[in-house]
């Protein structure tokens, strides 16, 4: 079952009765308690571009750093929360709605939280974006010419696409929109994975994030 089957969520129909209710942990205490600056590290890019790879790295060495981390991974979300959608427009669209507000429940809770979603449409991710406060999103474009993705085929799903075994591949017969101003852009197929991922924590550190003193 797909939700295109059924229909497009619409928050807006949510219930009168449901009330926020009010943590009696801040936001403020949680961030304290981490010792760092809570945001969403939104890597985006073609489907073997790297953005698990370095989302991994990154967070590897944000974890040897002492700081609170977690990874929201496309493939394994797929597996769970997000099992029942599909590689269609609309059930891409939810598939990264929901990963945004999940991404910003982290962020609530005062962690550094790394999402690795080919997220192919602007408005999405710019919806996303717009949830959390503008130094809590981070937009990091791994960029990576498709040849070279097509080439490294880490899931063998190229090759699938290429003989149409499945449908709406994005760069192949699904549109990727790139990142028009990213706060950071990477580019795998000239650095290491090494330097890529610090080139991440490099930003994080020249911009204050990981030191809230
Ligand atoms: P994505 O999550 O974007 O689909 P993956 O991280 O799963 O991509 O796969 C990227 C592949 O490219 C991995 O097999 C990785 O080892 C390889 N690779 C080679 N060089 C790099 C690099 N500099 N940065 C990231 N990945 C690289």
């Known amino acids: 079952m797909t939700l295109e089957k059924n229909k497009v969520v619409n928050i807006e129909n949510k219930s009168s009765d449901v009330v926020w209710h009010q943590a009696s942990v801040s936001h403020e205490q949680r961030k304290a308690a981490s010792g760092h600056f809570s945001a969403v590290l939104w890597f ?25 981390t977690y990874v929201l991974d496309g493939d394994n979300v797929r597996h769970g929360l997000n ?96 990142p028009l101003k990213p706060e950071l852009c990477v580019k795998t197929a000239e650095y290491s994975v090494e330097a890529c991922a610090l080139q991440v924590v490099n930003y994080l550190k020249d911009n204050g994030y990981l030191n809230i003193k």
């Open 83 to 178: 099992g029942d959608l599909s590689f269609s427009n609309l059930d891409r669209i939810e598939n990264i709605r929901r990963i945004g507000e999940v991404s910003k429940l982290f962020v609530d809770a005062g962690l550094l939280v790394s999402t690795a979603f080919i997220s192919p449409f602007i408005q999405d991710r710019e919806s996303v974006r717009a949830l959390l406060k503008s130094h809590q999103f981070i937009e990091i474009y791994i960029d990576t010419p498709i040849e070279v993705c097509e080439q490294r085929d880490p899931k063998g799903l190229y090759k699938k696409a290429r003989a149409g075994e499945i449908g709406h591949f994005t760069g192949i017969d699904s549109t990727y929109e790139q």
């Open 44 to 68: 985006t890019g073609l489907s073997g571009s790297g953005k698990s790879t370095i989302a991994n790295a990154v967070d590897k060495m944000l974890h040897d750093l002492g700081c609170r």
